[in-house]
Nanobody, 120 residues
Framework: QVQVVESGGGLVQAGGSLRLSCAASGILFSSRPMGWYRQAPGKQRELVATISSAGKIYYTTSVKGRFTISRDNVRNTVYLQMNSLKPEDTAVYYC??????????????WGQGTQVTVSS
């Protein structure tokens, strides 16, 4: 049984930092590209960052230089370090365990989401 569980969200002032964690089980984690998405109220879910099994990284333009994605294949966990947070970063953040391969392709394995709220 595959489980994907996010944690680390919360309320923070603009300019602050949060670190999100996503623990995955029931999969061969080291072979899976992993991705973080977010969905703000009234908006579509958007891809924020991905990391391949080989450590290749992608960021959407709006978070480049502020967010850092990393993975720990021993702990089967992917992280999203978010610095210099802005009110427009407010959203529910979701983790996806991508399909096995060299590049990230989303699978059906989603976490329940964790709320990030940035106050101005």
């Amino acid at each position: 049984q595959v489980q994907v569980v996010e944690s680390g969200g919360g309320l923070v002032q603009a300019g602050g930092s949060l670190r999100l964690s996503c623990a995955a089980s029931g999969i061969l984690f080291s072979s899976r590209p992993m991705g973080w998405y977010r969905q703000a109220p009234g908006k579509q879910r958007e891809l924020v960052a991905t990391i391949s099994s080989a450590g290749k990284i992608y960021y959407t333009t709006s978070v480049k230089g502020r967010f850092t994605i990393s993975r720990d294949n021993v702990r089967n966990t992917v992280y999203l370090q978010m610095n210099s947070l802005k009110p427009e970063d407010t959203a529910v953040y979701y983790c996806n365990a991508g399909r096995s391969g060299d590049y990230f392709t989303p699978s059906d394995y989603w976490g329940q989401g964790t709320q990030v709220t940035v106050s101005s």
